[in-house]
């Protein structure tokens, strides 16, 4: 395995290097239908044709990145490791744990045994075309929670075989939310391999109905199917006595996050003390929950009101198609005068540190 990428000169270009240690918490690949293909069985592989001529998995339907008003020039990448690997050294990156892109609709798949088929896939496509050639990439592996059992299994063979941190938990798509009985056997697994679980934002085959316009998709369907999932977790009490279990909700921010957490902690305190889970507060004191936080102007506000250890900073590259310097994106965040030194450093290394087990 490659320490450094192959094409790496060991240096930079920078006026002045970046002195702090980084880690970017939610990066993302571009996967395509025809590349995972290769990877699924030999049945679906001998029908590629056909089996290609329709998507993959369950999509929203229609391309909401791109305003039909919008005539700015956009970028658009689909980056292989190479391109990954010369985006760390450009800000000098430690670690960058990777996400999907398309596959993070793997919630809405309902053939489980279909679902499990496109999970072993894209975990093997990860770690072969992204994982193996540089140590500084990470990934968060995809589960078939459709099948509980299989998600299990799939979650340890990707934590104990490659260089896997956790897995993905769908924030829509699933017929129940995460907090169900059902889905428990997955966070048992998770706490004995201690490893994370994200709960990572997606749109969904519903939102072509629930938003007219792009731009309400685009402000609305993140967030929302987040704090439903954050609430029937917090109120299935399932972090109680998983005591190693790490959770993280990604892609959505961390300006909601006050106050749903001031909501559930009044529900709570009318509950007997005897069925009261732990608070989100409490949780938070443990370090055991944790969100990004990206430009947002709230997050000094967030600071002051849940603590700057649960808060990670995230490229989210190469979905900011205008955001793709990391080196400008790394110093934008340290220059920022509105927040404490001490928080920076948690922000941009050791929360993530934390969560992933880094």
Known sequence: MNTRSENSQGGTNFESKIMRPVIDSDGHIRETDEQIIEYMSAGYRAR????LYSPLL??????RAIPLNDSREQEFRVPDWR???AKLDE???EFTVLYPTKFMHIGQVGSAAY???LCRAYNDYLNDQFLRHDRRMKGMALIPMQDVESAVTELRRVVEQYPVVGAVLPADGLPLPLGHPMYRPVFEEANRLDCALAVHACNSLRDNDRYLHVNEAATLAHVIPQMRQFA???YAGILDDLKQLRLGFLEAGSGWVPFLIEKVEDRLERLPAS???LAPSELLRQKRLFFQCGEEKTTARDIELIGHDCLMWASDFPHEGTKTKMDELIRRFFAREDLPETAKQKIAYDNAKRFYGL
């Not at 590629?48 to 089996?51: N, V, Y």
């Open 58 to 63: 369950p999509h929203h339907g229609w391309p």
């Open 275 to 277: 069925e009261r889970p």
């Open 91 to 93: 800000g000098q990156i």
């Open 83 to 85: 391109e990954w690997a």
């Open 232 to 234: 029937s977790i917090l």
């Open 48 to 51: 590629r044709g056909a089996i």
């Open 115 to 117: 679902a499990i088929e």
